[in-house]
């Protein structure tokens, strides 16, 4: 294996992703949206809100909210201080839980279909075939170039996300409650695994469409059953701890692996070629 040709290949890849305007406001809006932005208006909101008419503690175990905080989140006080003390974690700890999986997810997904079906649209398809390099190399500098990035920025947002929360859950819950031990498995085993999931669809996704647009309204798609979780969390019909965020995960790497193997013969250069 050729490192340095791997590493020039996703180099450039990366490059002309953050030369597309297109492709590079989506991976920083995104995060700062999902990890930033909304925590801070939904925690403080709701502290404005119930400001001046606390809700009781009987009333609360009735309440969605009441509803969908797991048993090892009741043990702790963030989940026990009446009112907004228990809003602030409902929403930091369960409302978001899901939600967060979307920052490695959209990284991942648009970056795959800019470098997969963007290279037929942009004209470069067939110096790619032509450069020095074996049919593993190359598909290995392309996945790196996509799933590095997603990893590095769901690592990153995990931890201005724990920022947040502590900053934002501070005056209502008056401690350092964040993360607990399902959003940790959450940022290290799912986020990872989530990125490689979309990164192996992408694939697949890229060597059947024709153009970049397809392949991101394609994409998009993905979205959905992260935002059915968040219902079901959020319902109460599922919740989401360490032992079942921990099997999902390990089922997500199995899905994703058998993916990304599946797509990874629509980059070799026989199949490339045909694409010219």
């Not at 932005?37 to 009441?66: E, F, H, K, R, Y």
């Not at 989140?73 to 963030?78: C, G, Q, R």
């Not at 099997?247 to 797509?263: F, Q, S, T």
């Amino acid at each position: 294996m050729n490192w340095t040709a791997v590493r020039a290949i996703a180099e450039k890849d990366l490059r002309t992703v953050l030369r597309n305007r297109g492709v590079r406001v989506p991976l920083i809006v995104a995060p700062v949206v999902l990890l930033i932005v909304l925590p801070l208006l939904l925690v403080l909101g709701g502290q404005a809100l119930t400001a001046n008419s606390p809700l009781p503690m009987d009333s609360m175990g009735d309440t969605i909210i009441g509803r969908s905080l797991t048993s090892q989140e009741a043990a702790t006080s963030s989940v026990t201080t009446p009112g907004t003390g228990q809003w602030a974690a409902f929403v930091l700890e369960v409302f978001f839980a899901p939600l967060y999986l979307l920052v490695p997810l959209v990284v991942a997904t648009v970056i795959a279909a800019d470098s997969f079906a963007g290279e037929r649209e942009r004209g470069t398809l067939e110096a790619l075939l032509h450069t020095p390099t074996t049919d593993q190399e190359l598909l290995t500098a392309k996945f790196l170039a996509a799933w590095t990035p997603a990893v590095v920025v769901g690592t990153v947002g995990f931890v201005v996300y724990c920022a947040v929360a502590n900053l934002a859950g501070w005056p209502t819950i008056g401690r350092i409650f964040f993360p607990n031990l399902t959003w940790v498995l959450l940022g290290f085993w799912v986020s990872p695994a989530v990125a490689a999931l979309g990164l192996g669809v992408m694939v697949i996704v890229s060597s059947r469409v024709e153009s970049l647009q397809a392949a991101h309204q394609i994409g998009s798609l993905l979205v959905l059953p992260i935002i059915l979780l968040v219902v079901a969390q959020v319902s109460g019909a599922i919740r989401l701890g360490p032992e079942l965020v921990a099997g999902a995960g390990l089922v997500i790497w199995l899905v994703a692996a058998l993916m990304v193997r599946y797509g990874a013969t629509s980059l070799r250069r026989e199949h490339l070629a045909l694409r010219l």
